[in-house]
């Protein structure tokens, strides 16, 4: 069955080290991967784009990484901040105008 | 450029009712999608509409049903509510169909 995998426990860092996040899925063939991120009672805010063709991108304090063989995504915030609190959310579109969302991983940063 | 605009925020129907939510996409995006969110599904794909025609739709019941007018602005139907059905529902926008844009969100309670 396709699956999308996210941590579901809650990520807890200290300020200023780096948070990793995973996302990892199966039976999908994403044409492109995407990272969101929303606080309580909003709706999802893009971060991030990364295509299946792409191994790393950058945007600021952030990270993505892409490795289809393993299919698997790692989201970095570096030199993390309390306000990164949120939960991240992976997405894959696979095509058909549909994306299919990961159940997302809670962030604490503490300072 | 104003986001995307949902109402109502907040809904209270009783089993059996229906409900009818809106979205209106930012100025330009012809996409517009729509997702239920609640804790222990995370977001989950409902349908996608491009100039009035639905693309795509996830795995829902015929009760969950959507449109799409010609100035893009969208809306969706839940008929027969069931308890099942209180969740956060969120629409998003897309000017190529990659990045969303998502509104704030309906919360609705079905008691």
């Known amino acids: 069955s396709q699956k999308i995998e996210q941590n579901s426990e809650a990520l807890n860092i200290q300020e200023g080290k780096t948070a990793t996040l995973t996302c990892n899925y199966t039976?999908?063939?994403?044409?492109?991967l995407q990272w969101y991120r929303q606080d309580p009672g909003r709706g999802p805010v893009f971060l991030l784009l990364?295509?299946?063709?792409?191994k790393e991108k950058r945007k600021e304090r952030l990270k993505v990484t892409f490795d289809t063989t393993l299919k698997q995504s790692l989201f970095h915030i570096t030199a993390s901040q309390p306000a990164d609190s949120a939960t991240y959310l992976c997405a894959l579109y696979t095509g058909g105008f549909k994306t299919i969302f990961g159940a997302g991983t809670r962030l604490f940063v503490k300072a | 450029k104003a986001g995307v605009t949902q109402t109502p925020r907040y809904l209270i129907k009783t089993r059996g009712q229906q409900v009818t939510l809106s979205c209106s996409p930012i100025?330009?995006?012809?996409?517009v999608s729509w997702y239920q969110q609640t804790p222990g599904q995370g977001l989950q794909f409902l349908f996608e509409?491009?100039?009035?025609?639905?693309?795509n739709k996830g795995n829902f019941p015929g009760r969950f049903s959507g449109r799409q007018f010609s100035n893009s602005r969208s809306e969706m139907n839940v008929s027969t509510l069931e308890l099942g059905d209180s969740a956060l529902y969120l629409c998003a926008s897309s000017l190529v169909g990659n990045e969303q844009f998502f509104g704030p969100g309906t919360r609705l309670t079905v008691l």
């Open positions: 990364i295509r299946e063709n792409e």
């Open positions: 509409y491009f100039s009035e025609t639905q693309r």
């Open positions: 100025s330009g995006h012809r996409s």
């Open positions: 039976n999908y063939s994403p044409a492109y």
